[in-house]
């Protein structure tokens, strides 16, 4: 009976660990995830890389669509600084057809992505790291071998016109994290479409 | 004669219009605000929404059902799309007229959300949809998409 009772409270425990995503100053799980070349990717694989810009994003999200061409310009801004982006569609395409597998080639492939772009096909890892809409932007740093979350939120704060934009809260990220100092927004918000999944 | 003729005509048409269609105001937060805080006896529902947002869209017939449900309960449904874009105003306006939704409807355009969102609810990570319902008393956030039976229940609890 004591048995039973502790592993429905470690089970509740899980469940709402998982719950609650990641915050500032947690570690991040690697993870390994179909790119749209058909090979897996693993964070791992990065050996080189001094932490990661890890974008939740699909095709069909008209903020995800606004912010395409700046989420390519981070990425060939921060690749040789050791921060590559990383996006990963969470979208169970069963719900939205436009976020399907072929689909995400397609795209990859017309806009001509300078970045790997994962299918989380199970929906494991949006639910880890709790990201809740798309885009949302997760900035990993390596520190001792471990991927420390830095940052947690939206790319700036203009989606509607990228010449608008006063706070580029990715790239002031990083560029605190290049020179060793944390960052100093850590958080933001935004209003982006949810993920979508059955459960 | 003719001219009078023509400005009569001119101006039913332009009244049957407006019948038909409401005109969507569009607004940034700090115009938004006061909506989100009124003290007069009340109830609003505040539903933030959008066309391209595919649950948005699906629970939407629901604030229209409870609008004319509620009618002699002195409750305010408001629709507060987030959609931008050209012809923003246009587009939500054609698509709540062709799903006769005739709920009370206003565009948000403020685009640094992070610095309006926590002030619409603390809890509110800027996924759509949400609903705020409140009296002068009383404040209920739902961060999900809600069914019949839920809003209305929310909604009683809120009144009563």
Redesign the interface.
């Known amino acids: 009976m004591k048995k039973l009772m502790f592993l429905g409270i470690l089970l509740i425990a899980c469940i709402t660990i998982q719950a609650q995503g990641y915050k500032v100053g947690d570690i991040a799980s690697d993870f390994q995830l179909k790119n749209i070349d058909g090979k897996t990717i693993s964070l791992a694989d990065y050996k080189y890389a001094n932490g990661f810009v890890v974008i939740f994003t699909c095709n069909t ?2 903020y995800a669509i606004a912010y395409k061409d700046r989420i390519i310009a981070i990425d060939k801004k921060y690749k040789s600084k050791g921060y590559p982006v990383i996006a990963i569609n969470p979208n169970d395409p069963e ?2 057809p436009g976020d399907s597998y072929e689909n995400m080639q397609k795209r990859a492939m017309r806009k001509r992505f300078t970045f790997p772009y994962l299918f989380d096909a199970r929906q494991e890892v949006f639910k880890a790291y709790g990201a ?2 798309t885009p949302h932007v997760y900035i990993l740093n390596k520190k001792d071998g471990k991927l420390v979350v830095e940052y947690i ?2 790319i700036d ?5 990228a010449s ?1 934009v006063s ?1 580029t ?1 990715v790239e002031d990220a990083i560029d605190a994290l290049l020179q060793h100092k944390k960052p100093s927004v850590k958080f ?9 999944s059955k459960g | 004669m003719k001219i009078l003729i023509t400005l009569i005509v001119l101006i039913s048409m332009n009244e049957i219009q407006s019948v038909s269609a409401q005109e969507i105001k569009t607004v940034n937060f700090a115009q938004l605000k006061p909506l989100l805080h009124q003290t007069n006896d009340t109830t609003y529902v505040i539903n933030f929404w ?1 066309v ?4 948005c869209v699906k629970e939407l017939p629901e604030f229209e059902k409870i609008r004319k449900a509620y009618a002699a309960k002195n409750l305010k449904v408001v629709l507060v799309s ?1 959609d ?2 050209a012809h923003a105003a246009d587009r939500v306006r054609k698509f709540l007229d062709r799903k006769e939704i005739h709920a009370h409807a206003i565009i948000l ?1 403020d ?5 309006w ?2 002030k619409v609810d603390e809890n ?6 949400v609903t705020l319902i409140y009296n002068k008393e009383k404040r209920i956030f739902l961060s999900h998409a809600i069914t019949s039976a839920e809003l209305s229940k929310t909604i009683d609890r809120i009144i009563n």
């Open positions: 999200c008209p719900l939205v809740t809409r939120g939206t704060d203009n989606y509607k016109d608008l706070k809260y933001t918000k935004a209003i982006g479409c949810s993920i979508k | 959008a391209w947002c595919k649950p987030l931008f874009g355009d685009p640094d959300a992070n610095a969102i926590e509110w990570d800027g996924a759509i949809p």
